[in-house]
């Protein structure tokens, strides 16, 4: 399969902690990509890191890329409940003119 | 507009109907994607239409047919459908240039009985 393995594949912490999860992918890629999918709803881009950089932030959010590893890391730091959702990585794979996403991780935060 | 719309928002239909999804989106982007996703599963790739012509299909049965009459509007019309076509489909759009960064549309909720 050319999917991704996100891990861990579900994980539950309190609000005000920080949220690390992990994406490794197969392929040689041009960029790698982040979503967030609430539960039965549409996924919404969260961030995009090209295959020439290594970390990327946005508001709270901070990603790292490591090309020789074929992995990715999402930081989302000081959490809130709104943040509850299912977390995807997506590659645009060199030459491939599509997206191919990982498994996913299913974040809870507890108030 | 930073929108992609999708109709309906829920379907039931019997194996023998012909019914139609709809995807609408107003951002001018020129390539328009469907995918079918499972309860705790990614999304999964069906089509990828690319300035209105076909490019990707990603060994799709032929009970689902796309169309893509202009290059704001996407249909999926489906027919003859399983129970294990339930499932939530997904429309997406991306512009050129942009990395494939795709805008999702909040899916269509297909239950076939």
């Known amino acids: 399969s050319q999917q991704g393995e996100e891990d861990p594949q579900a994980l539950s912490i309190q609000e005000g902690e920080n949220a690390t999860m992990n994406c490794s992918y197969k392929t040689s890629i041009n960029n790698l990509q982040w979503y967030r999918q609430n539960s039965g709803r549409g996924l919404v881009h969260l961030i995009l890191?090209?295959?020439?950089?290594r970390e990327k932030h946005s508001g709270r959010l901070r990603v790292t890329l490591d090309t020789s590893k074929k992995s990715s890391s999402l930081l989302i730091t000081a959490s809130r409940a709104a943040d509850t959702a299912s977390y995807f990585c997506a590659t645009d794979a060199t030459g491939a003119q599509k997206l191919v996403f990982g498994q996913g991780t299913r974040l809870t935060i507890n108030p | 507009d930073t929108e992609v719309t999708q109709t309906p928002k829920h379907l039931v239909m019997g194996m023998t109907n012909k019914k139609s999804l709809k995807c609408e989106q107003h951002?001018?982007?020129?390539?328009m994607y469907w995918y079918k996703q499972k309860a705790k599963k990614p999304p999964e790739l069906m089509f990828v239409?690319?300035?209105?012509?076909?490019?990707i299909n990603e060994s799709v049965p032929s009970r689902f047919s796309p169309e893509c009459p202009n290059s704001s509007l996407l249909n999926l019309h489906l027919h003859a459908l399983q129970p294990e076509d339930s499932a939530l489909y997904l429309c997406a759009s991306s512009a050129p240039g942009r990395g494939l960064e795709q805008y999702f549309g909040p899916g269509t909720r297909l239950t076939v009985t």
């Open positions: 239409y690319s300035y209105e012509k076909l490019s």
């Open positions: 951002m001018g982007h020129r390539a």
């Open positions: 890191i090209r295959s020439n950089e």
